[in-house]
């Protein structure tokens, strides 16, 4: 049991620890958007998961007996590859897919309303949609830190805890909520960011650092969950990071409702619009269970 959560804290800590060694001074929140300290970090984060990768399969070896490839399989690298030893590219798109699915039904108010101001704005949805990974700051937020997030706080997390502890021993919450808690800990750096730009009160530092928190915590324990069902598919937990990032927090207020010119079609839609936040918060909690089912499922 030790050994596991020594493990887990390595894990966590050192992702954290390769953004800051990434630059020779202190970064504050609107530096850490500049482009040369994202490559950095970038770089960084690319070493350290590297190198992770190696140790981690390594330790786990060397703890529970089981072969090193053995190990490393199962962090779920190799699209297809479920934890069980069965490789299964298909299905594992097919999960992949299911998941994404999910997410479009929690965001159903949130992708009506983005639709509703295309079709009114007519602008491109296309171009729009690409234009997010044309530049550094969208590889970093919907492609690098999804595909790097999962790999350490779900699937190194997960699996090392899966492998290293006896099979009577393993609880949800082990498998669930503790993994979570370390991607929610994790973001509480950005307090320090935030502190040195000096632009923000300690209250309101504690406040927005509290939110984040909270809100990558819920995120993990979803996240942890799909790879459980999903049977270690890290593909199915990088789309729905990818894609919660694209869409961000829901609205409580339409944004497109200003688009319309009639009072009462802006008053419909601004109640239509609520209702259907409500509708996909049930649609989800309904969906949960049957869009993560897999044969493969832990």
């Known amino acids: 049991m030790l050994a596991t959560k020594l493990l887990q804290l390595y894990i966590s800590i ?9 630059t020779s001074h202190h970064v504050s929140y609107k530096q850490r958007n500049e482009p040369q300290i994202i490559h950095q970090r970038m770089r960084n984060i690319i070493i350290m998961c590297g190198i992770n990768v190696v140790l981690v399969s390594l330790l786990v070896s060397l703890y529970s ?29 097919w999960d992949s897919m299911k998941a994404v699915t999910l997410i479009a039904v929690l965001y159903v108010g949130p992708l009506t309303d983005l639709l509703l101001h295309y079709i009114h704005a007519k602008d491109s949805i296309w171009e729009d949609f690409f234009s997010n990974f044309n530049d550094i700051w969208g590889v970093r937020n919907y492609v690098f830190a999804p595909v790097t997030e999962e790999l350490v706080y779900t699937a190194m997390l997960i699996s ?26 994790a973001h509480i750096h950005h307090a320090w960011e935030l502190y ?33 069902r999903n049977g270690g598919n890290l593909y199915s937990c990088v789309l729905i990071h ?3 990032n694209l869409l961000g927090v829901p609205s409580l207020h339409s944004e497109s409702q200003s688009l319309l010119k009639s009072a009462h079609h802006k008053h419909w839609w601004s109640r239509t619009y609520v209702m259907l936040l409500l509708l996909g918060l049930a649609s989800f909690l309904l969906l949960l269970v049957p869009l993560t089912a897999s044969p493969y499922s832990l």
Not at 14 to 22: N, R, T
Not at 160 to 185: A, D, K, N, V
């Open 160 to 185: 090392c805890h899966i492998m290293m502890e006896p099979i009577s021993e393993l609880t949800w919450r082990g498998l669930l909520l503790e993994p979570s808690l370390y991607f929610g800990i």
């Open 242 to 244: 990818s894609t919660c």
């Open 65 to 93: 007996g089981m072969s090193f490839t053995q190990c490393f399989l199962a962090i779920g690298i190799i699209p297809g590859y479920h934890f069980n030893g069965v490789w299964d590219l298909s299905q594992s798109i």
């Open 196 to 228: 040195q730009d000096g632009e923000y009160k300690l209250v309101q530092i504690g406040l927005i650092t509290t939110l984040q928190a909270i809100y990558t915590t819920i995120f993990g324990t979803l996240s942890n969950y799909v790879y459980l």
């Open 14 to 22: 050192s992702y954290v620890l390769a953004i800051y060694v990434a």
